[in-house]
T-cell receptor, first 110, second 116 residues
Framework: QKEVEQNSGPLSVPEGAIASLNCTYS??????FFWYRQYSGKSPELIMS????GDKEDGRFTAQLNKASQYVSLLIRDSQPSDSATYLC??????????FGAGTRLFVKA | DAGVIQSPRHEVTEMGQEVTLRCKPI?????LFWYRQTMMRGLELLIY????????DSGMPEDRFSAKMPNASFSTLKIQPSEPRDSAVYFC??????????????FGSGTQLSVL
């Protein structure tokens, strides 16, 4: 079992819709969780971090964490074509060791 | 701040040759990471350093790979001898535990390695 699992997609949503991205992790002791966005040919950039159970909102983005279920999600409201990218879930498994999922490709259709 | 600087941006080499990738982290960051990204395997952690000391190298694929961090502002990842299956994008990232950084990884632009 991979340490961080994501549906590779692609996930296609129409412009203005909500995009929902999901991630599960295997290390129950993990404390820090992140979502990175990666445009084609570019390096990953952090868009959200979450450390405690519940929801965290930042603009159009909402991260959700459920440690009991070992589940992290990212919601993108009012999706825009510029949101089309690969979204990487990352987990700090301890000692600053950050493991990434394979990523979910998102396409937002205009 | 110039960000994390990697060189070269592109490297094309022949199988069996030695390849050296270079990274300059952001000044003041005490963690440095080397990742490899391929379509098949995604973004894999190879090794990471804290205060120039390797902490976890369990992701280094085999003895052909080695990484060093001789000082706080420079790290190298060396592949010797290189093989076609080493072809990938290699990213360097840096971070720190400070409140401003909060474990965020800052990535360099990556090195696209092609081994023929």
């Amino acid at each position: 079992q991979k340490e961080v699992e994501q549906n590779s997609g692609p996930l296609s949503v129409p412009e203005g819709a909500i995009a929902s991205l999901n991630c599960t992790y295997s290390d129950r002791g993990s404390q820090s969780f992140f979502w990175y966005r990666q445009y084609s040919g570019k390096s990953p950039e952090l868009i959200m971090s979450i450390y405690s159970n519940g929801d965290k909102e930042d603009g159009r983005f909402t991260a959700q964490l459920n440690k009991a279920s070992q589940y992290v999600s990212l919601l993108i409201r009012d999706s825009q074509p510029s949101d089309s990218a690969t979204y990487l879930c990352a987990v700090n498994t301890g000692g600053f060791k950050t493991i990434f999922g394979a990523g979910t490709r998102l396409f937002v259709k205009a | 701040d110039a960000g994390v600087i990697q060189s070269p941006r592109h490297e094309v080499t022949e199988m069996g040759q030695e390849v050296t990738l270079r990274c300059k982290p952001i000044s003041g960051h005490d963690y440095l990471f080397w990742y490899r990204q391929t379509m098949m395997r995604g973004l894999e952690l190879l090794i990471y350093f804290n205060n120039n000391v390797p902490i976890d190298d369990s992701g280094m694929p085999e003895d052909r790979f080695s990484a060093k961090m001789p000082n706080a502002s420079f790290s190298t990842l060396k592949i010797q001898p290189s093989e076609p299956r080493d072809s990938a994008v290699y990213f360097c990232a840096s971070s720190s535990r400070g409140r401003a950084t909060n474990e965020k990884l800052f990535f360099g632009s990556g090195t696209q390695l092609s081994v023929l």
